[in-house]
């Protein structure tokens, strides 16, 4: 009798043993194996998440692409933008040489990857050789000599990578920040002391000439800021009117934990895209840091929460508007390393932390 009841009670044990492991595996399965306690699946990097939404791209050197960062960017992007190396200055240092082994580089990795690839960025006011528009002693060169090379140059870069660059950002940062509303191009630029807004409508025909299917972009910083939105608006649409082949707006993206706000954001993406343009964001980064008062910029817990906040509300209102965005890109890969970080001063603006790990913004970014 007391074997018997001895056995019954073991065999009780073991079924609910048994039991009990099983729901544990049922509720496992539920969640999803490989799925975080938040719902949220470890093994998917950000394009997974957002296979059905845009690509999600990063910028990057030659460099970035080695070790456990290469493995990184594998994982979690499929679009690279050339951080530096495509650059006019970079890629054309002298008149007629040109250094395509960096660029070449990021597109050969894109390229084993399946990855896509935005050109960054043909005409700008800065990182350009001095040669392209002035002499020897500094003078500008005459209108028609410093076009010349503007051309050449645009041809040459768009016609090496035609078919494997998607896209290109024609022109950088050409609309000022000035607060008046009068005053609407950078006049300090050397193209526009060169040729006042004449090179404009011929930067893009001569890169539509070199890649017919290569997607045009005017690019620029600050252009959810309603004042600076309406003078980049108002420069394109003049531009499409006279029949340029303009066909996507870059807004870079450079933002902060306050700026900008959701409705300016969604302000920005409709009077873009009224125009028919496609609308990426090209630089994407959200710095902690709060401006020159700010004397430390440490990662403090309540700027991780304010920085989740932006990212989150960046990501609903990119979702919302998956019609419109053809593609997101980051500026950096982690906050290892970012642009940002200056004079000691660390703007932790990415996704990935100083170890390459998730941070919660990137938890709450792929929670949808
Ligand atoms: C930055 C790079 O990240 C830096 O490494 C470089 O020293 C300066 O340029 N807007 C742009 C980018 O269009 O090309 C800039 O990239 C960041 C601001």
């Known amino acids: 009798m007391k074997n018997r009841s001895l056995i019954k009670k073991a065999l009780i044990a073991l079924a609910s043993g048994f039991a009990f492991i099983t729901a544990i595996i049922l509720l496992g399965s539920c969640n999803g194996f490989g799925k975080l306690g938040g719902g949220v699946d470890s093994t998917k990097g950000l394009k997974d998440f957002y296979a059905d939404y845009f690509p999600i791209g990063v910028a990057v050197s030659p460099r970035s692409l080695e070790g456990e960062q290469g493995e990184l960017i594998k994982k979690n992007f499929n679009s690279l933008t050339a951080e530096n190396v495509m650059k006019p200055a970079l890629i054309q240092p002298k008149k007629g040489e040109f250094n395509w082994a960096d660029a070449d580089k990021i597109v050969e990795f894109a390229q084993a990857n399946g990855m896509k690839v935005r050109g960054h960025t ?111 608006y108002n420069m394109l649409k003049g531009l499409l009117d006279q029949g340029v082949p303009i066909h996507a707006v870059g807004l870079q993206a450079h933002w902060k934990l306050n700026d900008p706000t959701e409705e300016n954001l969604r302000a920005a993406i409709d009077k873009f895209s009224s125009l028919g343009l496609d609308v990426q964001l090209t630089e994407l980064d959200i710095t902690v840091n709060m401006g020159r008062n700010d004397p430390d910029s440490t990662f ?69």
């Not at 010349?148 to 950088?172: C, E, F, P, Q």
């Not at 930067?203 to 309406?230: C, G, M, Q, S, V």
């Not at 593609?327 to 990415?350: H, I, M, Q």
């Not at 932390?353 to 938890?363: Q, V």
């Open 122 to 232: 043909l005409c700008w006011h800065a990182q350009t050789g001095q040669w392209m528009y002035q002499d020897s002693l500094g003078n500008l060169l005459p209108k028609e000599e410093a076009l010349a090379n503007l051309k050449d140059h645009i041809t040459a870069v768009v016609s090496r990578y035609k078919g494997k660059v998607y896209g290109w950002d024609v022109l950088n940062e050409i609309v000022v920040d000035d607060t008046s509303a009068a005053k609407v191009y950078r006049e300090s630029s050397p193209w526009y002391k060169v040729a006042g807004t004449d090179f404009i409508p011929l930067i893009y025909k001569w890169a539509h000439e070199a890649d017919p299917d290569a997607i045009l972009f005017y690019n620029d910083y600050n252009t959810e800021n309603p004042i600076k939105r309406d003078k980049i």
């Open 300 to 368: 403090t817990a309540e700027r991780e929460q304010k920085q989740l906040e932006q990212y989150k509300m960046a990501f609903n209102v990119l979702r919302d508007n998956k019609k419109k965005i053809t593609g997101v890109t980051f500026w950096n890969v982690s906050d290892r390393g970012s642009w940002l970080d200056r004079g000691g001063k660390k703007a932790y603006p990415l996704l990935f932390d100083e170890n390459l790990k998730p941070k919660k913004a990137f938890w709450a970014v792929v929670d949808f």
